[in-house]
C-alpha cells in the first residue's frame, strides 16, 4: 500500500478536506459568537426597557373653563403634589404585565393619601404605561386645631396638607371644632359641627357677603347647633344652625343671607354685614340684635316691625350703642 508521503494527490486530497473542516469550524464559531452577541444584546435591551421607570397617566383634577398656554384646562393641584403622586404609584409598579398585585398596592396607596374620593380604574395600557381614572377631592377650608391648620374637603375629610395656624390667609378657617383631626387621611372630621360649618359656607361662598367672611367658629355647635361667623374685622355674627339644619324658631337661612345682603348694601353701615358692630344675631325672627339689646331697632328701617316692616331709614349705630341692627 503506498504512504501518503509518496502520493502527492493523496495528500492534496487530504489537505483539502482539512482546509475545508477549518474552516467550517471557523464559520460554525463565528456565527454561534454573532448569534451569542445578539442574543447579548436583545436580553441587554429587554433588560433597559424593564428598567424604564412606568408612565402614569392621571385624570388630574382641573379648574373649571381655565385653559393654559397649551389649550388644556389648568389643574388645580399644584405640580410639586402631582409629582409626589405619581412617583408614589411609580414605586409600587412592576413592568410584569400579569403583576395584578402592583397595581392594587399603587390603588391603595393613592386612596390613602386623602385626595382620591373614588378610584374609577386603574390599568396597564401596555408594559410601560399605568393609566389612572379617578374622582378628586378638593380643598375648600382649613380647620384649627391647636398650633395647626388643616385642610379638608367639601366633606370634611382630611386632607394630607396643614400649614401653622394663621399662616394661610386665603382660605377660611373652622374654629374651635369638638373634635381633633382625624387619623387617617380622607376620613371625615367627626362631631358634625365641621360639616354644619362647611354647609355654611359653600352657602355663602357664591353671595356678596362671602368676602367679608373670614371664619366659622362652632364652639357652640355641638351643645346649641349655632354657628358664628367672623368677619374681616374680627366681629361675630351668630347664625345659628346650619343651612342644611333649620331649627324651629329661627328664621330660614334666606331670611337670614337677605339681611346681611341689605346691610351688605347699605352706606349707612359701611356695607359691613357686621352693621360695624361687635357682635349681631340672627337667630331672632323680630330683627338683628346686637350683643346686648333692650328694644329692637331696625337699622334700614324706623319701625320695629319683624321681616315685612316699613321701609324708613334711621341713623346708623355707632360702636358704642348696644341698640337692635335689623335689615330688612
Not at 49 to 68: E, F
Not at 218 to 226: E, H, L
Amino acid at each position: 500500500m503506498p504512504s501518503v508521503k509518496s502520493n502527492p494527490r493523496r495528500r492534496e486530497k487530504i489537505a483539502t478536506i482539512l482546509t475545508a473542516v477549518i474552516l467550517i469550524g471557523v464559520v460554525g464559531s463565528l456565527v454561534g459568537w454573532r448569534g451569542y452577541l445578539a442574543g447579548r444584546a436583545s436580553s441587554m435591551h429587554e433588560r433597559a426597557l424593564d428598567d424604564r421607570p412606568i408612565a402614569v397617566t392621571v385624570n388630574w383634577p382641573v379648574i373649571p373653563g381655565s385653559q393654559g398656554p397649551d389649550g388644556l384646562p389648568v389643574p388645580w393641584m399644584s405640580e410639586g403634589i402631582r409629582r409626589q403622586l405619581v412617583d408614589m404609584i411609580q414605586a409600587e409598579l412592576t413592568s410584569d404585565p400579569m403583576d395584578k398585585a402592583s397595581l392594587q398596592r399603587a390603588a391603595d396607596r393613592l386612596i390613602s393619601t386623602g385626595w382620591v374620593s373614588k378610584l374609577r380604574g386603574i390599568k396597564r395600557e401596555n408594559d410601560h404605561v399605568v393609566s389612572i381614572n379617578a374622582e378628586w377631592r378638593a380643598p375648600v377650608a382649613l380647620v384649627r386645631h391647636k398650633d395647626r391648620d388643616y385642610l379638608v374637603a367639601a366633606g370634611g375629610e382630611l386632607l394630607p396638607i396643614s400649614y401653622p395656624a394663621g399662616s394661610v390667609s386665603t382660605s377660611r378657617v373652622i374654629l374651635n371644632p369638638f373634635a381633633g383631626p382625624p387619623e387617617a387621611y380622607g376620613e371625615q372630621w367627626t362631631g358634625g359641627d365641621v360639616q354644619a360649618a362647611l354647609s355654611l359656607l359653600t352657602f355663602l361662598a357664591p353671595t356678596e357677603v362671602y368676602p367679608q367672611v373670614v371664619a366659622f367658629d362652632v364652639a357652640d355647635y355641638v351643645k346649641r347647633k349655632r354657628l358664628v361667623i367672623v368677619t374681616d374685622q374680627n366681629n361675630r355674627i351668630i347664625w345659628g344652625s346650619a343651612p342644611s339644619a333649620w331649627k324651629p324658631g329661627e328664621p330660614t337661612a334666606q331670611w337670614k343671607l337677605n339681611e346681611l345682603l341689605k346691610l351688605r348694601h347699605d352706606p349707612k353701615f359701611n356695607r359691613r354685614i357686621d352693621a360695624g358692630l361687635a357682635k349681631i344675631d340672627l337667630t331672632v325672627p323680630v330683627g338683628v340684635f346686637t350683643e346686648s339689646t333692650e328694644a329692637p331697632v331696625d337699622p334700614l328701617n324706623e319701625s320695629t316691625a319683624g321681616p315685612s316692616g316699613s321701609s324708613k331709614s334711621p341713623k346708623p349705630p355707632t360702636n358704642g350703642q348696644r341698640n337692635q341692627a335689623r335689615g330688612h
